[in-house]
């Protein structure tokens, strides 16, 4: 099969399409699907740079988290589907290559309104922002959430998601033009951050007449931590989901005390089996019904090739796309 390989780590010229061993035929549980798009993710280029390598189990040359496709061949105990099926899903590593091997219960079934570029988009950055959230902070309606990165693709699932549940969602990013794209998909309001993030903490102030905001979404990192602190209002929940602007910070811990914050952080790729099975559930149940709907929808800024791979990765790595960048596996 045709697979996006990381011939050694590096920058983008080192990807390359090559011809490589399909996966074995699926056992027990396992389904074996025919990718047709994948997605980009920041993990993808911090693999291929040699920062952050796939779990064990999974490949550790071929890239890709997230993917759309259909059922080829199942195993003798999987249940829940048949050849044919449309599913989409999150996995380790290994999504952008022609085929791929999964457990059933981490896939569900792409809405029939959904193209295969449009549900690439969806997996990733949708259970992240759906489990950040609402299963780990609780999001309530009538709250408010703080978006860092709203252009970015967990930044737009996000603010669909909050919108959605009755939340009011704002947001930062580091032009003004994402942050009016970024409205149309229901950011009430934002400021771009350009070298000061504690620039917000005056926004939130205004935008919440002092009160603060009840939960933060952080994709950016450390350089944010302080202004994180400062814009959270009483018993606030921020959720770590990116390290972008680095890794370490200082942490007030007077003003997570006064305040009784809670500060939590959250990764997708290396949780068991079982817990990421639980995520798509959760995934399928609440999130899925809304894009059947039109409620919510993917955001694609740009489509590519496989091979074609090197200039989607340039693309991400100087951060102006606006929402997800898919990678077509169809050759």
Same mark, same amino acid.
């Given at each position: 099969?045709?697979?996006?390989?990381?011939?050694?780590?590096?920058?983008?010229?080192?990807?390359?399409?090559?011809?490589?061993?399909?996966?074995?035929?699926?056992?027990?549980?396992?389904?074996?699907?025919?990718?047709?798009?994948?997605?980009?993710?920041?993990?993808?280029?911090?693999?291929?740079?040699?920062?952050?390598?796939?779990?064990?189990?999974?490949?550790?040359?071929?890239?890709?988290?997230?993917?759309?496709?259909?059922?080829?061949?199942?195993?003798?105990?999987?249940?829940?589907?048949?050849?044919?099926?449309?599913?989409?899903?999150?996995?380790?590593?290994?999504?952008?290559?022609?085929?791929?091997?999964?457990?059933?219960?981490?896939?569900?079934?792409?809405?029939?309104?959904?193209?295969?570029?449009?549900?690439?988009?969806?997996?990733? @950055?949708?259970? #992240?922002?759906?489990?950040?959230?609402?299963?780990?902070?609780? =999001?309530?309606?009538?709250? +408010? /959430? %703080?978006?860092?990165?709203?252009?970015?693709?967990?930044?737009?699932?996000?603010?669909?998601?909050?919108?959605?549940?009755?939340?009011?969602?704002?947001?930062?990013?580091?032009?003004?033009?994402?942050?009016?794209?970024?409205?149309?998909?229901?950011?009430?309001?934002?400021?771009?951050?350009?070298?000061?993030?504690?620039?917000?903490?005056?926004?939130?102030?205004?935008?919440?007449?002092?009160?603060?905001?009840?939960?933060?979404?952080?994709?950016?990192?450390?350089?944010?931590?302080?202004?994180?602190?400062?814009?959270?209002?009483?018993?606030?929940?921020?959720?770590?989901?990116?390290?972008?602007?680095? @890794?370490?910070? #200082?942490?007030?811990?007077?003003?997570?005390?006064?305040?009784? =914050?809670?500060?939590?952080? +959250? /990764? %997708?790729?290396?949780?068991?089996?079982?817990?990421?099975?639980?995520?798509?559930?959760?995934?399928?149940?609440?999130?899925?019904?809304?894009?059947?709907?039109?409620?919510?929808?993917?955001?694609?800024?740009?489509?590519?090739?496989?091979?074609?791979?090197?200039?989607?990765?340039?693309?991400?790595?100087?951060?102006?796309?606006?929402?997800?960048?898919?990678?077509?596996?169809?050759?």
């Amino acid at each position: 099969m045709k697979a996006v390989v990381i011939t050694r780590h590096g920058d983008a010229q080192v990807l390359e399409v090559r011809d490589v061993a399909r996966p074995p035929p699926p056992e027990g549980n396992q389904v074996s699907v025919r990718v047709r798009a994948s997605a980009l993710n920041r993990a993808d280029i911090l693999q291929r740079q040699g920062r952050y390598p796939a779990p064990p189990g999974f490949p550790p040359d071929i890239p890709g988290m997230e993917f759309a496709g259909e059922v080829a061949q199942v195993g003798d105990d999987v249940s829940t589907w048949k050849k044919g099926d449309r599913v989409f899903g999150i996995t380790g590593g290994g999504a952008q290559a022609e085929y791929l091997l999964t457990p059933e219960n981490h896939l569900a079934a792409i809405p029939p309104s959904l193209d295969w570029t449009e549900a690439a988009a969806v997996p990733e @950055v949708f259970i #992240t922002a759906h489990d950040a959230l609402f299963t780990q902070a609780s =999001l309530q309606e009538g709250e +408010t /959430v %703080l978006i860092h990165a709203a252009g970015s693709g967990v930044g737009t699932a996000a603010i669909q998601l909050a919108t959605a549940r009755g939340a009011k969602a704002f947001g930062t990013a580091r032009s003004a033009g994402k942050l009016d794209r970024a409205k149309q998909f229901g950011l009430s309001n934002g400021i771009a951050i350009e070298n000061d993030p504690l620039v917000v903490v005056d926004a939130v102030r205004d935008w919440t007449e002092g009160r603060g905001v009840d939960v933060i979404l952080d994709l950016v990192g450390a350089a944010y931590l302080e202004a994180n602190l400062k814009s959270l209002a009483a018993k606030g929940r921020m959720m770590l989901v990116g390290t972008t602007s680095g @890794v370490e910070a #200082t942490l007030n811990f007077g003003m997570m005390l006064s305040k009784r =914050l809670t500060l939590r952080g +959250t /990764v %997708l790729r290396a949780r068991s089996n079982e817990e990421k099975a639980a995520a798509t559930k959760s995934f399928a149940q609440d999130v899925v019904p809304l894009l059947e709907k039109g409620i919510i929808k993917p955001v694609v800024d740009k489509v590519y090739r496989m091979d074609e791979i090197r200039e989607a990765h340039r693309l991400m790595e100087s951060n102006a796309n606006f929402g997800k960048i898919v990678v077509s596996i169809d050759q």
